[in-house]
């Protein structure tokens, strides 16, 4: 995960810690058992910077903030709205509305920080989310565990289901006005239309002779001249 934030500065989370690049100044920060504001873990899922310029950071043990002036970590310990136990897995998080829409490995919800709570959407809907992903139209796309997709109104907290189970976890989803894409992790790339209508099956390596539709999905986007990047591997 890549995150440039309102100094210029790239932030890129690793499995083995977050970096901080800038010219030619690289700061590497890593957690230490010693320090309870260093990185809660190693592990990092997602990197976001919000219109208060803030960074947060999304990790295998739970959700923090980076602390410009001391340089270190503020832990954000929440709990679900019912006062239940959260999951520590923090995947992703967006800023919505003025409003920080989080994604751990159990559910979606929006994260209030005045009382440390996540008040969760769709609980009864979706399982296991895995990627999140929101379009120019500010709909939420959320991919799950056995490949099902969702779209979710968040002003209107309504959770539609747009793509039903295909067995392969989602590993990247991006949408637009000309149709969703969706990476799965062994089912290669696929396009439907915005109301989960299948389309096309990319098909990996194009000028191989042994093509293979079970390739692993990590990323799509589009950059800004319309063209479709999907990074892949086997």
């Not at 989080?102 to 809907?125: H, P, Q, T, W, Y």
């Amino acid at each position: 995960t890549i995150s440039q934030d309102s100094l210029g500065y790239l932030w890129m989370g690793t499995r083995q810690g977050l970096i901080r690049y800038h010219s030619n100044n690289t700061t590497w920060f890593v957690p230490d058992v010693n320090d309870t504001l260093s990185l809660p873990h190693q592990v990092i899922n997602c990197v976001e910077t919000d219109k208060n310029k803030d960074v947060w950071i999304c990790t295998n043990n739970g959700l923090c903030k980076f602390n410009r002036r001391l340089q270190n970590f503020i832990p954000v310990n929440y709990r679900y709205e019912n006062g239940a136990t959260a999951s520590k897995i923090v995947l992703s998080v967006i800023e919505d509305n003025d409003k920080m829409l989080l994604m751990d490995a159990s559910c979606i919800g929006f994260l209030n920080l005045s009382n440390n709570k996540l008040e969760r959407i769709g609980v009864n809907e979706m399982h296991n989310p895995r990627v999140m992903h929101k379009d120019a139209n500010n709909n939420i796309w959320v991919g799950t565990l056995n490949g099902e997709v969702y779209r979710i109104n968040t002003e209107r907290k309504q959770v539609d289901k747009v793509i039903e189970a295909r067995g392969s976890e989602v590993n990247s989803i991006y949408a637009d006005k000309e149709g969703l894409w969706v990476g799965y992790q062994s089912h290669g790339a696929r396009k439907y239309s915005v109301n989960g209508e299948f389309i096309k099956q990319y098909i990996f390596p194009k000028k191989s002779s042994q093509k293979r539709k079970n390739t692993s999905v990590r990323k799509i986007l589009k950059d800004k001249k319309g063209r479709l990047w999907i990074g892949a591997y086997e």
